[in-house]
Structure formats: C-alpha cells, structure tokens
T-cell receptor, first 115, second 114 residues
Framework: DAGVTQSPTHLIKTRGQHVTLRCSPI?????VSWYQQVLGQGPQFIFQ???????GRGNFPDRFSARQFPNYSSELNVNALLLGDSALYLC??????????????FGNGTRLTVT | AQSVTQLGSHVSVSEGALVLLRCNYS??????LFWYVQYPNQGLQLLLK??????LVKGINGFEAEFKKSETSFHLTKPSAHMSDAAEYFC????????????FGRGTSLIVHP
C-alpha cells in the first residue's frame, strides 16, 4: 500500500509569490495534518483536517490556509511568501482524530525555498 | 500546554556503544509520549509510543524507552548503536484528552562513529 505522498518534493519561489502544496493520505485515513519544519528544529503544527473540516490550527498567520477534499487529500496554501517560510513542509495522515488514538504517518515532505 | 525538552542537540557515540537520548515532558495531565526518527530527506517515522500501559516501551530497530512519572522523563535507549542509527530523533507529547495535536521537541541528532 502506498504511504503518504506529497508533491512537489522541492520548490523554489520568490518573495511575495504564493504556493500550493499537495498531500495524499494513506488509503482509508480520514485525517490530515500539516507541519512546518525549519532547519534544525522540530515540526511545528499548522493545521489538522478531519472529514473535510478544520479540527485544529497552529500559531501561523492568515497567509497560511488549507483544505481537505472529498477523497481526503489536502492542499496547503501559503500567500505572500516570506524568506522565513523556507522550510520542509510535512503532511501526516491518521485514521481518525480526537480522543481515539491513531498514529501519525508522515510523508517525505516538500522542501520550499523562498528567495 | 504540554511541551517536551530534548537535552542535547547532538549526541555522538561509537558503533556498538549504548545510545541514550533524553526527553523530559511537561504536561498537566498524564500524556501520551512518542519517539520519532527522521532520516535525511525523509519524513518522520514512529519508533515507539507510550499510551499509559506498560512503562517500559519497546519499539522498532531495537530501541526502547521508559516512562518515569516521578522524573517526568521518557528517555530513548538502545544497547548497541549501529551506523544505520545515525539520524535525527524527535520526542513528542500529546494530552490524552482535549487536543489531539502532538507537540514535538527540537530534536537530537545522533552521530555514530565507526
């Protein structure tokens, strides 16, 4: 079975541009989470979606947005890119969310470089 | 809010030596605790988890961790390091109720010398 897939793997953008990152969860997983990992730090939570609804939002500006589609895939959008947005963006899927524990399965990430 | 502190951004060991990666947590309720490993240019892979069952948890690749409530610690160990263990290791915590979202530590880079 395929794991979590993310596209593109690498991306170079200029300040002020916008970017869309895509994620396909493991088949059967209904929850998708997005994380930003700056070099030398741990992943920082951005969003969680479950059954197409936002279930959680981290401390990120409104330039960051996301959505989940009926097939449970997800997009992360970032507008007005800043140099500080350069990072590895990780997507993770799980069976469910909330009090029923299910482990996160991570994709290999999208490396975004803003110049 | 829950948090984790990983002591030491880099740990260097010789092949065959004991691996000890330290993690202390701060949580208002008994937490779930996790260790993840990240190899270069890859995502995170779950090594092991503590979910309030046995305090000594065994994971993949010969790693294990012990939950010590009195010390608020969840240190990761492996008796004998292999070259293939060289990677970034992250400790994470989440509350057993309320927010589902895990909080990750800053990571510890494990360096294994021949």
């Amino acid at each position: 079975d395929a794991g979590v897939t993310q596209s593109p793997t690498h991306l170079i953008k200029t300040r002020g541009q916008h970017v869309t990152l895509r994620c396909s969860p493991i088949s059967g997983h209904k929850s998708v989470s997005w994380y930003q990992q700056v070099l030398g730090q741990g992943p920082q939570f951005i969003f969680q979606y479950y059954e197409k609804e936002e279930r959680g939002r981290g401390n990120f500006p409104d330039r960051f947005s996301a959505r989940q589609f009926p097939n449970y895939s997800s997009e992360l959008n970032v507008n007005a890119l800043l140099l500080g947005d350069s990072a590895l963006y990780l997507c993770a899927s799980s069976l469910n969310s909330g009090s029923n524990y299910s482990p996160l399965h991570f994709g290999n990430g999208t490396r975004l470089t803003v110049t | 809010a829950q948090s984790v502190t990983q002591l030491g951004s880099h740990v260097s060991v010789s092949e065959g030596a004991l691996v000890l990666l330290r993690c202390n947590y701060s949580s208002s309720v008994p937490p779930y605790l996790f260790w993840y490993v990240q190899y270069p240019n890859q995502g995170l892979q779950l090594l092991l988890k503590y979910t309030s069952a046995a305090t000594l948890v065994k994971g993949i690749n010969g790693f294990e961790a012990e939950f010590k409530k009195s010390e608020t610690s969840f240190h990761l160990t492996k008796p004998s390091a292999h070259m293939s263990d060289a990677a970034e290791y992250f400790c994470a915590v989440r509350d057993t109720g309320g927010s589902y979202i895990p909080t990750f530590g800053r990571g510890t880079s494990l360096i294994v010398h021949p």
